[in-house]
């Protein structure tokens, strides 16, 4: 069993920036494939990031590219999700999740965590 713990996220105003980072409880840590999904209200949940096992590869909803930057330190268990130039519709709860990346075994959530971006 993994546990992902998110970082307390926040209200900012439009411009800002926000980091939260997602820390997990698992010494295997680096064999997981880790992304950033959001929920808005009324809205289903999609993807915005992911980080493969080694950090090397990231992939990004388009909305977010140039302004979003995943990173991932291995040796802390820790993935972090920078994001700038925030706008009012990145107002969401955002969600870390693991995936094995040997596809084999169980995918993880976190709880999430709140993210407010005002006008």
């Known amino acids: 069993q993994v546990q992902l713990v998110e970082s307390v996220g926040g209200l900012v105003q439009a411009g800002g920036s926000l980091r939260l980072s997602c820390t997990a409880s698992?010494?295997?840590?680096?064999?997981?494939?880790i992304a950033w999904f959001r929920q808005a209200p009324g809205k289903e949940r999609e993807f915005v990031a992911a980080?493969?096992?080694?950090?090397?590869?990231?992939d990004y909803l388009h909305s977010v590219k140039g302004r979003f930057t995943l990173s991932r330190d291995n040796a802390k268990n820790t993935v972090y999700l920078q994001m700038n130039s925030l706008k009012p519709e990145d107002t969401a709860i955002y969600y870390c999740?693991?995936?094995?990346?040997?596809?084999?075994?169980?995918?993880?959530w976190g709880p999430g965590t709140q993210v407010t971006v005002s006008s």
């Open positions: 999740h693991a995936h094995p990346a040997s596809e084999s075994g169980d995918d993880y």
């Open positions: 698992t010494q295997f840590f680096k064999s997981y494939t």
């Open positions: 980080i493969s096992w080694s950090g090397e590869s990231t």
